[in-house]
């Protein structure tokens, strides 16, 4: 993990070097807005931490200029302050900011660090993907297997049933618009009717309907959980890890 660290201070430097003391963990320190944004220009980080007051700006207004950047849209971002005000709090997650922590409280961000990166270990498990566009499949399926997924993918819910009943899963990941004569709802329908363990699996839906009617439509027939066109990768990796580990801890 890539961690940068924009703050002033060479004490606050070093304090968080310490939360940041883990064996994957890379922290780069810039004293400066300047010096962090020419960091986000040449180098992909995991986890972005700013320091209100800086010399050449605030971390309100950085922040603003980090989402800016298409490689660090979703990163996240935490803001130090020594000011607990409401409407700061406010400034600052409209700009962007994930979360803001007091300056005192790094024990609590040592435990936002430690669940944040349980978060970001390879996922295992087999995923049945059902996706009839093939650069769709091809890409989803890259996504997964870089996070530690085993894939089987088929363009078409027919042969998806058939592998269904031969092989054990741990999710279904599926589009409801489908080629041919089953569609993702009829799909999830049928694994539905399937008494015991079979018949519980975690399904994730994938549609482009962003409606609430569709949404409730999705949940009366079994899906488990959804997400919207066009995807975001890591939103869709943190449904599929939720979905496997509830699924896990209910077994």
Known sequence: MNILIVDNSILFHKMLEEVFAGPDMIPILCETAKQGLERIESTPFDFICLAMHLEDNDGISLAKEIRRSDQHKHTPIILFTSDSSRELYTDALAAGVTEVFHKKDLNQLS???HRFTVQQQ????RVLYIEDTLSQQQFITKVFTERGLSVDAFDNAEEAWDAYLQKDYDIIVTDIVLKGGMSGMAFTNQIRRIDGIKGDIPILAITGFDDISRRIELFYIGVSDYVIKPL?????????????KANNTEQ
Do not use: C
């Open 122 to 125: 390879p996922l295992s498990g």
């Open 232 to 244: 975001i990768e890591e939103e869709l990796i943190a449904r599929i890890r939720n979905l496997i």
């Open 111 to 113: 435990t936002f660090i």
